[in-house]
């Protein structure tokens, strides 16, 4: 618990200094640098949560595939390319809450698709909810005591 409640610190700290950043550079914006702070702060919790789930589920490996899914989001979000360039095959964006960040900084920075904030804001906060919620199923299931054996843990005749 306390890493988490450090973890969250940090992200929020990691949300002020890109704003301070971005403000001492001269970035206009469309709302307010405060609401910026706290979307890109609601954010990083989507992130987080599903990193604790990850670990959860996978022990201290999850790092790995909590990276290479870190890469997919940033890949498929639409922040590198328009939506409109990419193939179909990065449509499955969708369904991460990079993607829906993206969609609300565009409109954070640049007015873009006002409209969408709202529905940005709630799938980022089911990627908020639902992961913490596998990770407490999971810490609480029997799954949970074999997180902690690592493969130096196994001996021959071990079932």
Known sequence: A??????????????????SVYVALGGPFWTSAGETIGFLWWMSMAYLSSSVM????????????????????????????VE???????ASGRGFPMYYGVRGLKYMFFGASPDTMRFNVAIIALWILLPLAAALLISRSPLAQFKHRSFGDLHPGDS
Do not use: E, H, N
């Not at 909590?66 to 979000?77: E, H, K, P, R």
């Not at 409109?84 to 990065?90: A, D, G, K, L, N």
């Open 2 to 19: 306390a890493k988490t409640g450090i973890a969250v610190c940090l992200s929020l700290t990691l949300s002020c200094l890109l704003v």
């Open 54 to 81: 990850l670990c959860s589920l996978l022990g201290s490996s999850f790092q790995i595939l909590g990276t290479l899914v870190l890469i997919w989001q940033f890949a498929a979000s639409g922040g590198i390319f």
């Open 84 to 90: 409109q360039q990419m193939t179909p095959f990065y």
